[in-house]
């Protein structure tokens, strides 16, 4: 569920951006955005990869503190795929750079660099292994000492070591904050293993069971765009008020960070996309996707080619249609999110990037594959959650959302 070995686009945590302070004193990590791509698999390729990933993962998973003391701010960096973190592991501690995901909740090392073990390091004798869909790991499962920015040293964090992966060229392997439920399985001493947001909650380095997530739409294939507050928000990348809705019940989504959302055209009321439905919110997926019969809906009413480019896996759209073309709007909760028309296309000046031709405008929505009723019906993934603020309540089982400055932003 991650790039194959034939394609890389990744995002590479920035170290050097200066902390932002926000309230409880957290601690700040920037997102910088780097674009490397490879090979002839397109984005879509990957994605629906990753998606097969996920319900092949729920066939076979069998799911059977004091007040802490501040919020902690990591920069992020967003490259177009993939958001990767600098990790710090051991003491004196290596920093290795990781794919930030809340698709999945192992954290693991040694798909590039080697571990380096210190004093801190301590093998658990149990092995580890993983299934991404396009990549896998595995290996020894460790603890050791964890590093995040320069505030956030997590002990007796599970750290799994590979000897084995495939599909992360580029990256050093995860940092998995989805729920812990998606470790049931992946150790051979069995139980889970807790998240790095589980830990730090629990040994009071936070002050709240949750991690907020700010990623910014961008133009370049190298920008530092983004951030993870762990314990709390970061009021200066949302506007108004972050509205919170439930965990959906509804499976395969309900295992993942999963809601119930509908989807319009035109306006909140406007032409029905996707009637209120399950799916999830991914950091590891780059587009944007929904339910084929839905699809075929957005992509009518839109005026869009009813077949994606070959060379880019997208749907396009002609110009005199995307002069005409209107907002979507994503209906969770009590509240409604506009995803305007420039949000709906991929970013033109990066249209060769992808392989793509330079007048083109591509579409960044589109086919998860089977229609709607399967537990899994729309993906919201990077392209969605570069214009909006995103909470994962860990504690409370709720997902929340906020417009940022870029909900409205007309960089594409």
């Not at 951006?17 to 791509?37: C, G, M, Q, Y």
């Not at 293993?193 to 709240?208: C, E, K, R």
């Amino acid at each position: 569920m991650f790039p194959a070995v034939s394609l890389l686009l990744l995002c590479v945590l920035a170290v050097t951006a200066k902390p932002v302070v926000v309230r409880d004193s957290p601690i700040t990590l920037p997102i910088v955005r780097k674009l490397n791509l490879k090979g002839e698999a397109t984005i879509a390729d990957i994605d629906r990869a990753r998606v097969q990933g996920f319900r092949d993962r729920s066939i076979a998973t069998v799911h059977g503190a004091s007040a802490a003391a501040a919020v902690l701010n990591v920069p992020v960096t967003n490259g177009l795929v993939q958001y990767t973190a600098s990790v710090g592991v051991g003491s004196p501690a290596t920093n290795y750079d990781l794919i930030v995901d809340t698709g999945s909740s192992n954290t693991w090392i040694g798909a590039g660099q080697s571990y380096k073990k210190t004093s801190t390091s301590k093998s658990t004798g149990s092995s580890v292994s993983v299934e991404y869909g396009s990549g896998s790991f595995s290996g020894t499962e460790y603890t050791d000492t964890v590093t995040l920015g320069s505030g956030l040293t997590i002990t007796g964090q599970g750290i799994g070591v590979a000897s084995r992966s495939e599909g992360f060229e580029g990256v050093d392997g995860i940092l998995g904050i989805g729920p812990v439920d998606l470790t049931e399985g992946t150790v051979s001493r069995g139980g889970t293993v807790p998240t790095v947001t589980d830990n730090a909650f629990s040994q009071g380095l936070i002050s709240a069971h949750e991690v907020g997530i700010s990623f910014e739409p961008t133009t370049s294939d190298t920008s530092a765009n983004g951030e993870l507050t762990f314990g709390g928000t970061d009021s200066s990348k949302f506007t108004g008020s972050i509205s919170f809705t439930p965990i959906t019940g509804t499976s395969p989504a309900s295992e993942y960070v999963g809601i119930d959302q509908s989807i319009t055209y035109g306006s909140s009321s406007g032409t029905s996309v996707l009637t209120s439905t399950a799916g999830i919110v991914d950091t590891g997926t780059t587009l944007l996707y929904i339910a084929t019969d839905a699809l075929q809906r957005y992509l009518k009413a839109v005026g869009a080619s009813s077949e994606p480019d070959e060379e880019t896996g997208l749907y396009t759209i002609s110009s005199a249609n995307f002069a005409k073309l209107e907002s979507l709007f994503f209906n969770i909760g009590s509240e409604s999110f506009e995803f305007t028309a420039n949000a709906q296309i991929w970013p033109r000046s990066l249209n060769s990037a992808i392989g793509g031709t330079s007048k083109n405008i591509y579409l960044v929505v589109n086919d998860i594959g089977s229609d709607t009723g399967s537990g899994l019906d729309f993906i919201n993934g990077l392209v969605w959650l570069e214009r909006f603020y995103f909470v994962f309540n860990v504690g409370a089982s709720e997902v929340g959302f906020a417009t940022t400055s870029f909900t409205h932003a007309t960089t594409n």
